[in-house]
């Protein structure tokens, strides 16, 4: 294999194990500091037991997501070098505000979070993990900024006589359709993330306490986990309403701007007018796109998504490759007419994962709903396995789109804007560094690939560790404004520094 081809597999080893962490962070920290809220209302010590659990849980998925996402700033400047030499005036600024000003913003204020409840009145500590909150999502908007604009360029000018993208317009790099439309979706699906991981664990702890048979355990199944599920499982309503909205009008963009992502993934061969939905395609789903049959199919669905119409013709990745070849002409670095179509079953499948796993997600919301109506509580296996199996899922789908996203956009790294700059663009073969060659990818690849296994089994121990400790069973408001003396000169003891 080639430095391109190691480097393609390292940047996607690191992304795809880095966004395991993300949606659990964008969508948890504001789940924790509601329950928090909650208790600094009502003064009801449950939700601040709920507080102390998942906050420590949220903590142990940060940390893991700080390590590993401080790597993919480091490939910019070494594996795809040329990359950044080409879109660093660009793709550099919405990067550096989000270090600049929505990561400061975290971790300042979540170390005052960690180690300020007995030091900071309630209402000051509690307004510091809502900023964590916000700067969360707002870390979100600053890096989908940087991503959207790679899919759809635009407030850019193409300097020939440097070869450089120069960003002139920061506000159209901020306010970028594409870019619009990919923030909502992505933290819709974080929140689905959030309301499944909260609504599962609850649910099996639940359960549990119910089948113990004991009345004491029975009463904290009701008082504790129920309101939690209740609120996991609103979260999921909320969130898989937004996700389908914004999915849509992502999808309707993505037809507009890369057609040949969105014929890939509908493994549309040929143009059709009322072109079907594919719900099983078999065949030959390689790049030749020969003998592919569509064996479950929606009739005139993916006109319907593309355009607002089922009749609607929508040209497939013959014609498509057709157009791209008499408008961009680029050739690969052997000299051979460059291919612009995706490796089709990988786009197919993604794209189908991402939605049916993401639909998984409901199986738990409507079963738990149901069993938790009217004050219920309920010691169901069967909710138990369901809760178990389904906390997976929302995170699969977040990866799945992510690979969608990303391998669906190749051989571009940079995308082309036919109704704009299309003069910004660069293949992915272009983006790579000159001077890094394969030994050294496959050592840092290996290095990366290990270490990160490690810390996999670490995340995976710590959080089912922390998770079956289930809430505290006291728990002491120690803030320096607490009512009762006695609470106030309590110790709270630590753990895993919390």
């Known amino acids: 294999m080639d430095a391109l081809s190691l480097a393609r597999w390292q940047f996607a080893i690191v992304t795809v194990y880095h966004f395991i962490f993300v949606p659990l962070t964008i969508g948890l920290a504001p789940l924790v500091a509601l329950m928090q809220t909650r208790w600094v209302r009502t003064g009801d010590a449950r939700w601040l037991k709920l507080t102390k659990f998942f906050g420590k849980l949220f903590l142990i998925n940060f940390a893991l997501g700080v390590a590993t996402g401080l790597v993919q700033e480091f490939q910019f400047g070494m594996n795809w070098s040329e990359y950044s030499r080409f879109v660093g005036d660009v793709f550099g600024a919405p990067l550096a505000m989000e270090a600049l000003a929505a990561f400061f913003i975290e971790s300042t204020f979540l170390g005052l979070w960690i180690f300020g409840w007995d030091r900071l009145p309630k209402k000051l500590h509690l307004a510091c993990i809502w900023l964590v909150a916000i700067a969360v999502n707002l870390s979100a908007f600053f890096i989908l900024a940087a991503n959207s604009w790679m899919q759809h360029p635009v407030g850019t000018v193409f300097n020939p006589e440097t070869g450089r993208a120069e960003m002139v317009d920061i506000v159209a790099v901020l306010t970028n359709v594409t870019h619009l439309a990919a923030f909502p979706h992505t933290v819709s699906g974080a929140f689905l993330t959030a309301g499944t991981f909260v609504a599962g664990v609850s649910a099996w702890w639940m359960v549990k306490l119910v089948r113990s048979g004991g009345q004491a355990d029975r009463e904290v199944a009701r008082d504790v986990y129920r309101p939690a599920i209740r609120m996991g499982v609103v979260t999921m309503f909320i969130s898989g309403i937004a996700l389908a909205v914004t999915g849509d009008w992502q999808a309707k963009l993505m037809f507009e701007q890369q057609p040949m992502k969105m014929a890939a993934a509908e493994a549309l061969c040929t143009g059709e007018r009322g072109a079907d939905f594919s719900l099983l395609s078999i065949g030959d789903l390689s790049n030749d796109c020969a003998g592919v049959k569509h064996v479950l199919r929606i ?158 089994w670490v995340w995976f121990r710590l959080m089912v560790r922390y998770a079956a400790e289930g809430v505290p069973e006291h728990v002491l408001d120690v803030a320096p404004d607490a009512a009762s003396a006695a609470e106030t000169s309590a110790e709270d003891p630590l753990s895993f520094a919390y």
Do not use: C, H
């Open 299 to 456: 009739p005139g669905f993916t006109s319907y998504l593309a355009k607002g119409d089922p009749n609607a013709y929508l040209p497939g990745i013959a014609e498509v490759q057709q157009q791209y070849a008499e408008r961009y002409g680029d050739v690969g670095r052997d000299g051979e007419p460059v291919s612009y179509q995706p490796n089709l079953a990988l786009t197919y499948w993604s794209f189908r994962l991402m939605i049916g796993l993401g639909a998984g997600s409901a199986l738990l919301a409507l079963v738990a709903l149901w069993m938790t109506r009217k004050g219920r509580v309920s010691g169901s296996r069967w909710l138990a396995r369901i809760a178990l199996w389904s906390i997976p899922a929302p995170f699969l789908a977040n990866s799945f789109g992510w690979i969608f996203t990303e391998t669906g956009r190749q051989p571009w790294v940079v995308v082309p804007n036919p109704t704009g700059i299309d003069a910004v663009r660069m293949l992915t073969e272009r983006g790579v560094s000159t001077s890094v060659g394969p030994g050294l990818v496959i050592l840092s690849m290996s290095v990366f690939t290990v270490l990160y296994a490690v810390l996999a």
